[in-house]
């Protein structure tokens, strides 16, 4: 990024350079919070321009895919225009692409808006980072990126429930227009406070335009088969065999690129460094799990417990907003404590949050929850922090703005990657445990034929006078209660991955170099 964006203090950044920072935070939490809002909503979008629920799930893919391809690219593209120039074109055009999501007619309109979204809102998220890492002082940058831990952690968790309330209460479309009230917000604190600069429209020259498209390509191709994966059979579907085919092409092309690039779009290179590498894979799997856990309970809830949009919502924000009381109390904990002890203790957490719901019944709803999401929220709260710090510990300013795309980018594929995954699990878990269960459920076991008498005679009370239908009616029971057993088991085993990868994501962090106490962030 440029260097002369703004000049803070040696010491204390100015009150103008805390405005520019809240206003970029304030984007970073727009750009994480449209990823799950639209989640909770896609029944009524799907209605609302008339497309079917197989196809209505290109509502979410394509603003992840512009997203996630834009992440890494935002470095070099805010060099070549200048930060304050791309930051407010790209804000501008967010808030001009999401007013046109709400007006969506039909799918291919909605696809086309949501994927120019999302590239837009992409830029948001390194920028933001950026910021902190490059424009606050030492003392600082804990507060800043706590305050980005908060964007990354609370914008997910506090989505659907937005989300759920714009749609029951005004109308799916409000879920877009939301948007242009902090979106405004950000602009009048961004125009007055960054400070313009030249672009260097000569970089064009020097791109590494095979890289930037090999890339391109090979993300959207990676998360379009991630997202379409179990619906179709994974390898089962020759669509998704030939995704996968052209996905690893161009994705290795795109590796060999960067490595031997003397000008790399995204600079691969910075993982060979320990904290970073490390800190990177860590964060990977906190994107599998944070991302994954939004994903996991509302299916749950949907699918089990039958609850709406806007009930589900109330039950994540159990989740979303303690996170907001513990976040601010992070930067004092890292004046004391090791960044290591507390990164591993908020994934000790976040995955003991996970296992406690490992022995899913038909009883749990959404007031069990609660216990769990706050567990899960002073996890997410306390570790993000700290483990931006153990990641940029060997960062120069000069490559923190690479090191950011990098850095945000992966989080972000990690979590595609986990949803993807965790559906595989459930359905193919639901599969598994309907098996085991259906082998032990025969008409010939004394429990099951008391069963299906009890139900006979329920149903001839009820309604059904013919004997056979009646014990028909009490077999088609048996079997819903059987699928919904299954069901609950898969998703128990869903959250017994999720704890599973955060532990590995602790392991990592162990292998890492301490960092100084109270400095998080690129090295001076």
Not at 55 to 71: A, F, H, V
Not at 179 to 189: A, F, K
């Amino acid at each position: 990024m440029s260097a002369s964006v703004l000049s803070p203090g040696p010491e204390r950044a100015s009150l103008r350079t805390w405005l520019a920072v809240c206003g970029c935070m304030l984007g970073a939490l727009i750009a994480v919070l449209d990823v799950q809002i639209v989640n909770s909503s896609l029944p009524d979008i799907e209605g609302g321009i008339g497309t079917g629920t197989d196809n209505g799930t290109w509502i979410s893919t394509s603003y992840l895919i512009g997203e996630i391809i834009m992440i890494p690219l935002t470095d070099y593209l805010s060099r070549v225009f200048g930060f304050r120039r791309f930051l407010l074109t790209n804000l501008i055009l967010f808030l001009i692409f999401s007013a046109a999501c709400a007006f969506a007619g039909n799918l291919g309109t909605m696809i086309v808006t949501r994927a120019l979204q999302g590239f837009t809102g992409g830029v948001m998220i390194p920028m933001a980072f950026t910021m902190v890492l490059t424009k606050l002082p030492p003392a600082q940058r804990p507060i800043g990126l706590a305050a980005f831990a908060m964007t990354a952690t609370f914008g997910p968790a506090i989505g659907p429930t937005i989300g759920g309330y714009l749609t029951d209460q005004f109308g799916w479309p409000w879920i877009f227009f939301v948007n242009l009230i902090p979106g405004s917000l950000m602009l009048s604190l961004l125009f007055p406070t960054l400070e313009r600069g030249p672009m260097q429209l000569d970089l064009l020259k020097e791109g590494d335009w095979w890289g930037i498209v090999t890339m391109a390509a090979g993300l959207a191709c990676l998360q379009t088969m991630l997202d379409e994966g179990n619906q179709d059979g994974w390898f089962d579907s020759p669509v998704i065999i030939r995704l996968a085919i052209a996905a690893a092409v161009l994705l290795i092309a795109f590796v060999t690129i960067e490595l031997r690039s003397k000008a790399p779009a995204v600079r691969l290179r910075l993982l060979t460094r320990r904290n970073f590498g490390l800190g990177t894979f860590a964060n990977i799997m906190v994107g599998f799990a944070l991302f994954g856990s939004v994903y996991v309970l509302p299916a749950y809830l949907d699918e089990v417990q039958g609850y709406d949009a806007q009930q589900i919502g109330l039950v994540l924000a159990s989740s979303g907003l303690p996170q907001l009381l513990i976040i601010p109390f992070v930067p004092l904990l890292l004046k004391r404590i090791d960044a290591r002890v507390l990164v591993c203790v908020g994934l000790s957490i976040f995955a003991l949050s996970c296992f406690m719901n490992t022995h899913l019944s038909f009883d749990n709803a959404g007031s069990q929850f609660v216990l769990t999401n706050l567990v899960r929220a002073l996890g997410q709260a306390i570790l993000l922090t700290p483990l931006t710090g153990i990641a940029m510990a060997q960062i120069l300013p000069a490559e923190s703005a690479a090191a950011s795309g990098l850095f945000n980018m992966l989080r972000n594929l990690g979590g595609a990657i986990g949803t993807a995954a965790l559906a595989t699990v459930i359905t193919k878990r639901e599969q598994f445990h309907s098996n085991i269960i259906g082998q032990s459920v025969t008409p010939f076991d004394l429990t099951e034929q008391s069963f299906l008498s009890r139900m006979q005679h329920y149903f001839q009370a009820h309604g059904v006078p013919d004997a056979a239908r009646s014990y028909h009616q009490g077999e088609i029971l048996l079997g819903k209660l059987v699928a919904q057993q299954s069901l609950i088991l898969a998703f128990s085993d869903a959250f017994y991955v999720m704890g599973v990868v955060l532990v590995s994501a602790a392991v990592a962090i162990v292998l890492t170099r301490s960092a100084p106490k109270g400095i998080t962030a690129a090295r001076e």
